[in-house]
């Protein structure tokens, strides 16, 4: 009975430095600035990272170890972490996958709240032109490599709890935030276009020429909410061209990489960029939160062209993208979304 209850520890002892030896890996790849499988490879030949299934354990010891060095290094390609330490992750799950001296292989536990998330990186591979990073999942796709299942840890009723140490997060490999994506959302700008309109619509009611307003009720820019679009679109672009670094195909020179640079633009910049597009000499269509400020105009101005072709793109977008879900999700979740 004590021997099997110090089995548990001694596991737990074994993957201890793991932790550690991971991160000294993906911080050496973030390093290269780049998110290329040949540098992460020099890197992990380098540290002959291996060799960490080489130890004196037993079978029963080595899978579990195994399972526990999967588990620990998955968490890296999932979010809180940068764009290239998800990289990373990718790359060192594949390593330690191909490596295994565990015969049939241990595979990656895959929780299925967490496919979506891998489905949408692997959009960003395909639209970012990083076909090692796509052969490398694809890869691991092919050989079944994945286990899908309910939790991303095992769980088994009536069990004896097991005290599990705190995952903290490295700070030099989080994803560092945006404040003015944050801040300064699609909906923000909607709204404050919406609020900026049904000023101007009471400033003309209440000046007595209608053509030319009073310039004591000249408070505020009339393009205020323009500019400050026009602004939002240009830092996201800037941080896009100042990103690309990592991007950037080695073999692409000269106007194919100019070329490529500009087809790699965020969804969000897209999206700022069709807000961009939309004239704002239109009245949209207020939402059940702002009716209470909607004033009836003779020469009202229809803006429910503009709200029309904004719901039929949002219906779009979400039917395509629930078809290529549907067609990209494991076989039990599609059985679900028949049912």
């Known amino acids: 009975g004590g021997r099997r209850s110090s089995r548990g520890p001694e596991i737990m002892s074994l993957t201890a430095g793991l932790k550690n030896d991971f991160e000294r ?45 999967l588990i620990l290094a998955s968490q890296y390609f999932f979010p ?3 764009f290239q330490i998800r990289f990373g992750g990718l790359y060192l799950l594949y390593g330690l996958y191909y490596t295994q001296l565990c015969q049939p292989k241990e595979k990656i536990r895959m929780a ?20 090692d990073a796509v ?20 769980l088994a009723y009536n069990k004896k709890r097991r005290k599990i140490p705190s995952n903290t997060i490295n700070d030099n490999l989080r994803e560092r935030s945006n404040l003015v994506s944050e801040l300064i959302s699609v909906d923000v700008l909607e709204e404050l276009m919406n609020i900026h309109d049904h000023y101007q619509t009471m400033k003309r009611m209440i ?35 100042k ?15 100019d070329e490529s640079n500009c087809q790699k633009g965020s969804s969000r910049a897209q999206t700022l960029a069709k807000i961009k597009s939309k004239s704002y000499n239109s009245t949209v269509k207020a939402s059940r939160s702002r009716r209470h400020r909607q004033v009836k105009v003779e020469s009202s ?8 072709v904004k719901s039929s793109e949002r219906n779009r977008n979400s039917s395509v993208k629930k078809h290529s879900r549907e067609k990209d999700s494991p076989p039990t979740k599609r059985r679900r979304q028949k049912r």
Request: hydrophobic share 35%.
């Open 80 to 82: 809180p972490y940068s």
């Open 112 to 131: 299925l709240k967490d496919w979506d998330e891998v489905l949408s990186c692997q959009e960003e591979m395909v639209k970012a032109e990083h076909f």
């Open 243 to 257: 990103n690309s670094s990592l991007t950037d195909q080695p073999d692409i020179s000269g106007s194919d990489g």
């Open 207 to 241: 000046s007595a020429n209608k053509t030319q307003l009073d310039k004591a009720l000249s408070l505020i820019r009339s393009d205020f909410v323009s500019d400050l679009k026009n602004i939002t679109l240009e830092f996201q672009q800037w941080q896009e061209k």
């Open 301 to 308: 101005e229809s803006g429910s062209d503009w709200a029309q």
């Open 135 to 154: 052969y490398v999942l694809k890869k691991l796709l092919h050989d079944k490599a994945f286990h899908f299942t309910a939790m991303p840890i095992l």
């Open 25 to 69: 890996l993906l911080l050496r790849f973030q390093q290269t600035e780049s998110v290329r499988y040949e540098e992460f490879s020099a890197i992990w030949r380098d540290m002959k990272f291996s060799t960490i299934f080489y130890g004196k354990m037993g079978k029963n010891d080595g899978r579990k170890f195994t399972r526990e060095a």
